[in-house]
């Protein structure tokens, strides 16, 4: 049977259903808040003990039922004007599968590598004009050996057509001594292009530094030659002079390019104190994974 209420903030009559007896419920007009009564029947008991006589004061029992509280409902306030809600506990959702998601994928298993810090390296066109420059020179010192090889033809063909036994014989001696020079010549300025590229790719320092050698002997090594073969200290002071313009400028840069800490992070090498380091920092967490188990 419904129960009558009367709002107190609009003076509206509503009947709220049985089981809200005892609850809270909110008004359909003006949302105020309103108590339903627990039950009609301890009213009905109050006005039929008024009509009852009471007993004399001294057959009056002495017992008084003691005053019980009533406990206060922490449940939210109902109202049947609310639409039903769901409990959604069975169904599967994203923060079920935080725990654990066989499907997820795993991280790498075993001690953690570590790894060196990395550096910012110099710009490309820092090793690449030198390289160019290196690349220039040797070609001009495999020209010259080339022109060397074109001058004892030149006196080979001469002493024979001269046809005398002991100038044919001078010259076939310095005819060797300039084919041993010019292949020596042209073997290192190969030598010193591939080390050119190998700064220009920065792949191995060492290469460029015996690039440095071949660049700085090889003024010398035209002096000396010219020195011997025509007795004079001015044409081998001169020969040396011009080959030194391309060849030195050349090392010195080859030698400033590859040289300091920077390069080495360039090139990206590892020296042998990192490498045992490396090792020793993996013995470590290995030992400390063992005996955590």
């Not at 020969?239 to 010195?252: D, E, I, M």
Request: net charge neutral; hydrophobic share 45%; charged share 15%.
């Amino acid at each position: 049977m419904p129960i009558p209420l009367r709002c107190s903030g609009c003076s509206r009559t509503i009947n709220a259903p049985d089981n809200a007896a005892g609850k809270r419920v909110k008004c359909p007009a003006c949302a105020t808040v309103l108590s339903v009564p627990a039950s009609s029947a301890p009213a009905a008991a109050r006005a039929k003990s008024q009509t009852v006589p009471s007993a004399p004061a001294s057959q009056a029992p002495s017992f008084q039922a003691p005053a019980t509280q009533v406990p206060v409902s922490s449940a939210p306030l109902y109202s049947p004007f609310e639409p039903e809600r769901v409990d959604d506990d069975g169904l599967l959702t994203d923060s079920d599968f935080k725990t654990f998601n066989p499907a997820a994928p795993r991280g790498p298993s075993g001690p953690e590598i570590p790894q060196a810090k990395k550096k910012q390296k110099r710009p490309a066109s820092f090793y690449k004009v030198p390289a160019i420059f290196g690349i220039v020179a040797a070609s001009l010192n495999i020209a010259a050996a080339l022109g060397l090889v074109v001058f004892m033809i030149l006196l080979i063909v001469w002493a024979v057509q001269a046809d005398e036994a002991g100038l044919a014989l001078l010259i076939g001696f310095l005819c060797l001594r300039l084919l041993i020079f010019s292949v020596f010549t042209i073997g290192g300025s190969i030598h010193a292009i591939v080390a050119s590229l190998n700064l220009l790719h920065q792949t191995s320092r060492t290469a460029c530094g015996v690039a440095v050698g071949e660049f700085f002997f090889n003024p010398i090594a035209f002096s000396l030659l010219t020195y011997f073969t025509f007795d004079s200290i001015i044409a081998a002071i001169v020969v040396g002079c011009v080959f030194a313009l391309w060849n030195w400028p050349c090392a010195g840069w080859f030698a400033w390019a590859i040289s300091g800490e920077q390069a080495k992070i360039d090139f990206e090498e590892v020296d042998d104190d990192e490498l045992e380091e490396l090792a020793a920092e993996l013995q470590r967490r290995a030992a400390k994974k063992e005996g955590g188990h």
